[in-house]
């Protein structure tokens, strides 16, 4: 069936270093994903999507990569800041309807 | 832009207990979703909605949830009666036509 998951439940990070978040999906129909950014008390925050017709995709200090060989989809934070620990979770949507699947979350911790 | 409301922000029931839950959405769009959010896990989908209509309830266990979109605007979630394994936060969230939702604080509920 589908699914999203996440290979690290946790990591560490020093603040300035870059953290790469990893996440693979099994629905090879999935056309469009989106990682979110949980803080403790809040609901998730959208933080950058991606189509299946790309494989790169930048924001402001965050780029996704998707590598639809392999179905594996990464969230790289540039330049790790305290205000970037949270629990970051990727979601996907098929072709039809708008239901995302999330995966269960990778917990960030960035040390000062 | 004011984001996705919602209330109450917690609350503690005893079990066989009712309970409620609000949402508004952001202003203008169409398709509304409640979330449950078992903690350590990412959310999943319990029911969307694309303006008053029910497009996807297939994972709402319906013998005790029920959820409705009189005017296509407001939702209200409802658990009757609740048990223990309804402990979980409810997220709303709101999309327009595009993929990318938008999520509310959530309501964290216990059920004792």
């Known amino acids: 069936g589908e699914s999203v998951g996440l290979h690290l439940p946790t990591l560490s990070v020093q603040e300035g270093d870059n953290s790469i978040i990893n996440c693979a999906y099994s629905?090879?129909?999935?056309?469009?994903f989106i990682w979110y950014k949980q803080e403790s008390g809040k609901g998730p925050q959208f933080i950058i999507d991606?189509?299946?017709?790309?494989d790169k995709r930048q924001g402001q200090r965050v780029t996704v990569l998707l590598n639809k060989t392999v179905k594996h989809l990464s969230l790289q934070i540039a330049a790790t800041q305290p205000g970037d620990s949270a629990v970051y979770f990727c979601?996907?949507?098929?072709?039809?309807?708008?239901?995302?699947?999330f995966g269960g979350g990778t917990r960030v911790l960035v040390k000062p | 832009e004011a984001g996705v409301a919602q209330s109450p922000r917690y609350k503690i029931i005893e079990k066989r207990q009712s309970v409620a839950f609000w949402c508004n959405p952001i202003?203008?769009?169409?398709?509304l979703y409640w979330y449950q959010q078992i903690l350590g896990q990412g959310p999943k989908l319990l029911i969307q909605?694309?303006?008053?209509?029910?497009?996807?309830d297939s994972q709402l266990p319906k013998d005790r949830f029920s959820a409705e979109r009189l005017k296509g605007v407001d939702s209200t979630l409802k658990i009757q009666p609740a048990k223990l394994e309804d402990s979980a936060v409810y997220l709303c969230?709101?999309?327009?036509?595009?993929?990318?939702?938008?999520f509310g604080p959530g309501t964290r509920l216990t059920v004792l």
């Open positions: 969230a709101s999309s327009q036509t595009t993929d990318t939702q938008y």
């Open positions: 629905n090879s129909a999935s056309d469009y």
């Open positions: 991606i189509r299946s017709n790309m």
């Open positions: 979601a996907e949507k098929g072709a039809a309807g708008n239901k995302l699947t």
């Open positions: 202003s203008g769009h169409a398709t």
């Open positions: 909605f694309q303006n008053n209509g029910v497009v996807d």
